[in-house]
């Protein structure tokens, strides 16, 4: 049990589906983070929430959006996905403030788009 | 902006020998370097990281990483691999003042009974 939940744990999705992913904490962290795992590619940060608030966003396409509610939850919004978007989504907190701190991940959730 | 490159995409290796993963990484800036495993269908885990101070760490299961600063270099060792150390292992890299991390594209060790 590493402390970061994420659900579902696969999604199959049609490209005008529109579905959700969660992400939970219970480890008292104040930043979340998004990522996104593609074969053969780095891993690929997408968005970076501090004391819920959105600090970073890397390029990510608008059919992805992000939600922070309080610091324990973080969703990602998906709609109109491409197939090219299939990939594992990783979910990551850590206890934010200046680097050198440990990020804890979730187990993921492999999203396939068809 | 930091850059973190893992040569070797697969390393297989005979059970009970020894094994380095390399690992390279570009700052302009002091960095702080972290090892992540991640097993078959689990999300990352962490195995050992540098913040400052001495230069060899260690992990609770035998691996061990040296921060080399001339050659920027953070490679990954282990004297004597088992089965269980199947897995594909990250570096990654972040700089004082930002806990984002930058990972590389990493290395899956399959170990051969």
């Known amino acids: 049990e590493t402390g970061v939940t994420q659900t579902p744990r696969h999604l199959v999705m049609g490209m005008t589906n529109k579905k959700s992913l969660k992400c939970e904490q219970h480890?008292?962290?104040?930043?979340m983070y998004w990522y996104k795992q593609s074969a053969k590619k780095p891993l690929e940060l997408m968005f970076v929430?501090?004391?819920?608030?959105?600090?970073e966003n890397n390029s990510v396409p608008s059919r992805f959006s992000p939600e922070c509610p309080n610091s324990s939850h973080l969703f990602l919004h998906l709609h109109t996905l491409q197939p090219e978007d299939s990939a594992l989504y990783l979910c990551?907190?850590?206890?934010?403030?200046?680097?050198?701190?440990?990020?804890?991940f979730g187990q993921g959730t492999r999203l396939t788009v068809v | 902006a930091q850059s973190v490159t893992q040569l070797d995409s697969q390393v297989p290796v005979f059970e009970e020998a020894p094994v380095e993963l390399r690992c390279n990484y570009s700052?302009?800036?002091?960095?702080?370097l972290f090892w992540y495993v991640q097993y078959p269908n689990q999300g990352l885990q962490l195995l050992l990281k540098?913040?400052?101070?001495?230069?060899l760490v260690e992990s609770i299961n035998g691996f061990e990483a040296e921060f080399n600063k001339s050659q920027t270099s953070f490679h990954l060792r282990k004297p004597s691999v088992h089965i269980s150390d199947t897995a594909e292992y990250f570096c990654?890299?972040?700089?004082?003042?930002?806990?984002?991390?930058?990972f590389g594209t990493g290395t899956r060790l399959t170990i051969i009974p």
């Open positions: 990551a907190s850590s206890q934010g403030g200046g680097g050198g701190t440990e990020a804890f």
């Open positions: 480890l008292g962290h104040n930043a």
């Open positions: 929430y501090s004391l819920e608030e959105r600090v």
């Open positions: 700052s302009s800036v002091s960095v702080y």
């Open positions: 540098y913040l400052s101070g001495s230069t």
């Open positions: 990654a890299v972040s700089v004082f003042g930002n806990e984002k991390l930058t």
